[in-house]
């Protein structure tokens, strides 16, 4: 079956994926309805199909649209609020074609009263169950009169109509990002935001929903999540007749833009994906989606990093950075990353950022000699940087006060004693790629850490008359200069950071390579922050660093084995005083380090299954479990593990200890963990015999 069918007679449009299938249809109106979302079909099925909401009565004015405008009666979440120059607000869409190739189709439609084209995007890849979407806008008068757009959705996901509903989703804060949440879907509009021009802590942009019924491994799930790194909306709308539907939208309400003749206005892409094998087959769909369509370098393996921050804080130096780097090397380490502290006058969080120059009393030669010994070591380089931040106590701020985000005569209030460069100014993000690009090339530096670790307060844009535009203009501009830099420098690779995970989302994950999850390195902490990461994003792109003991954070004293394996259930980093490690700590440490190497291919681009305190990874016939115990009253039933995705007519060896375990077995009845002491942990690798 094509990936994009068309029926004209029904007026229909379908499409497949591997295990979807997506319908919408024109109604007897000329309105755009949404069909199905769910199980295959074939065409003569979707052409059969009734029209989804055929229990609401009009009085109640619930429709399925695929992209609801106001006007009419309609009551439920707008995907697109416009107002024209004399007030009105209506909108009515005559459908005015189509084009489907490849996987793509662009349904266009002409508003009838308005100056107003639409296009909606769809795209399918056969070797993926997401279904990714965008809109576009265009103003195609020529009366000279702009138009307001105050919300333009990326997509409005319908799901089908079933008795009852979940919402699953996560929320946080700084060093508790992630945390997951799955609870009765409210008969209301349920809103999951960010305000704060950055994706954000807070809240992750995509929800999942599913009837009640779902499993880790079983049942029915609908997810979404929205590719975008500025602030967002995604409202989950259920109607007393059952509709359920999720509307995602870049910006938050309140900032509008102006579209003047002849402009156009993109969105980001919403993707969603149905999967039918329940939480655990829909987060492989999206890590598979996310290798194959939305990281830049999926097929690499992130190298084992050491970052400097745990150890010294902004105490950095050429002495101390090289004592690191040696004992990092020692372990394994394959790519050295100096923290915060490098540059101006940054011994504290107080002042320097904004003048990229390395700071000459600790670095009196710059990072040249620093970076030869890094790479005489046999590793990479790679340096921390928070380009879009100024302290105002910095150079760049005393001659370019005008450069922040700030509204005239408003105070400009400082986070963390800093305030946002505004990079819709074409001189700001100018002025940025010049010093990153040289930074780069002078010192053929590997990686950066790209930090972002304040939001956007009074984000005004002065002497712009268009000001709110900044919200997107901000992203946009850090996207262009990413892609740049990356595309002049292809051996760059960076890390996306905001404050630990406060910038995960598929928008940076097009342009980097891995994200720091969490300032949160507490492995018993770790275990619910990834938990929520791994949802839709895949433990390839997950930095989980092992530290000291106790935990500068919390306090917590946990085992050197149980910190490493919590780690390295994603891309591995050291993140300790590496100088306070006894030569036992050391010696242990490069062993596992070692380990993690073998087992990296697997848990980097395998399929994740999430067991009772456990991972596991089946990449091709190599199978990686990570299993760990909390602690438990004494007495406490201790039952075997059960492990899951495994050929149950296969038999697996044990690569460690050569012995031989039965793919039924190891399912049916579980693996004996061994571990009876509360934090311990044990990995596993096996390979199923040929
Ligand atoms: C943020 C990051 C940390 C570290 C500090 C440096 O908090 O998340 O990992 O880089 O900034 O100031």
């Not at 990479?380 to 701020?397: H, I, Q, T």
Request: with cysteine; proline share 6%.
């Amino acid at each position: 079956m094509t990936a994009v069918h068309h029926d004209s007679a029904a007026r229909l449009w379908m499409l497949s994926t591997p295990n979807s299938c997506y319908v919408l249809r024109l109604d007897d109106q000329g309105r755009l309805r949404h069909l199905h979302w769910g199980a295959p079909l074939t065409p003569d099925q979707a052409a059969a199909l009734p029209y989804v909401l055929d229990v609401a009565t009009n009085f109640d004015g619930e429709l399925a649209e695929e992209y609801p405008g106001e006007g009419g009666a309609r009551f439920g979440v707008p995907a697109l609020r416009v107002r024209y120059a004399d007030g009105s607000r209506t909108t009515v869409w005559d459908h005015t074609g189509h084009t489907a190739e490849d996987g793509r189709l662009t349904l266009a439609f002409r508003e009838r009263h308005g100056p107003l084209a639409l296009e909606l995007h769809y795209r399918v890849h056969p070797d993926s169950d997401a279904v990714e979407r965008r809109a576009l806008v265009r103003h195609d008068g020529t009366d000279g009169e702009p138009v307001l757009l105050q919300q333009v959705a990326a997509a409005r996901w319908t799901l089908p109509l079933r008795a009852d509903y979940r919402l699953s989703h996560v929320t946080g804060a700084w060093s508790a990002e992630n945390q997951l949440t799955r609870g009765p879907l409210a008969r209301a509009e349920t809103v999951l935001t960010s305000r704060r021009g950055i994706t954000g802590h807070q809240v992750n942009p995509w929800v999942a929903v599913d009837a009640g019924d779902a499993g880790e491994e079983h049942g029915e799930v609908w997810s979404s999540a929205l590719a975008w790194s500025g602030s967002w909306r995604i409202t989950v709308e259920r109607t007393v007749h059952g509709l359920v539907a999720a509307t995602h939208t870049a910006g938050h309400e309140g900032p509008a833009v102006t579209l003047a003749p002849g402009g156009t206005w993109e969105t980001p892409v919403s993707v969603g994906v149905y999967a039918a094998d329940g939480f655990g087959g829909a987060s492989r769909a999206w890590h598979s989606y996310a290798r194959s369509h939305v990281l830049p370098r999926p097929a690499e393996l992130r190298p084992v990093l050491y970052n400097s921050w745990e150890a010294t804080g902004f105490d950095v130096g050429e002495q101390g950075q090289r004592e690191l780097a040696r004992r990092a090397a020692a372990l394994g380490v394959e790519l050295f990353v100096m923290d915060d502290g490098w540059f101006g006058a940054r011994k504290d969080d107080s002042a320097g950022l904004g003048d990229w120059t390395p700071a000459p009393d600790r670095f009196p030669d710059g990072l040249a000699p620093l970076a030869a010994e890094v790479r005489r070591l046999g590793m990479r380089f790679g340096l921390w940087v928070e380009p879009e931040m100024v302290n105002p106590d910095s150079d760049l701020y005393r001659a370019h006060p005008d450069w922040v985000l700030h509204e005239q005569g408003r105070p400009r209030t400082e986070l963390r004693n800093q305030l946002v460069l505004n990079f819709a100014r074409p001189e700001v993000a100018a002025w940025a790629h010049d010093w990153l690009d040289r930074l780069v090339r002078e010192h053929g530096v590997d990686h950066l850490k790209w930090d972002m670790n304040r939001v956007f307060t009074e984000a005004g844009h002065p002497g712009d008359p268009d000001a709110d535009r900044l919200w997107h203009d901000h992203v946009r501009a850090v996207y262009a200069l990413m892609d740049r830099l990356r595309s002049d420098h292809p051996g760059l690779r960076i890390e996306a950071c905001s404050g630990g995970g406060g910038r995960t989302d598929l928008g940076i994950l097009a342009r980097t390579d891995q994200v720091w999850a969490s300032d949160n390195t507490d492995a018993l902490d770790r275990i619910a922050v990834q938990h929520g990461y791994g949802q839709v994003y895949p433990p390839g792109t997950m930095g989980a660093w092992v530290t000291d003991s106790p935990n500068p954070l919390t306090g917590r004293a946990l085992p050197l084995e149980f910190r490493f394996h919590l780690a390295m259930t994603g891309a591995l980093g050291i993140g300790g005083d590496l100088t306070a490690w006894s030569e036992d700590e050391l010696a242990r440490a490069a062993e596992l380090v070692a380990r993690y190497k073998r087992i990296r291919p697997v848990v980097q681009h395998g399929r994740l299954y999430r067991l009772a305190d456990a991972v596991q990874y089946v990449h091709g016939p190599e199978v990686v479990l990570v299993a760990w115990r909390l602690a438990r009253p004494h007495g406490a039933p201790v039952v075997p593990l059960r492990m899951a995705g495994l050929d149950p007519l296969a038999r697996y060896r044990d690569l460690d200890t050569g012995e031989l375990h039965h793919g039924a077995v190891l399912t049916a009845r579980g693996l004996t963990t061994g571990l009876t002491r509360d934090h311990s942990s044990r990995l596993l690798h096996l390979r199923q015999e040929s």
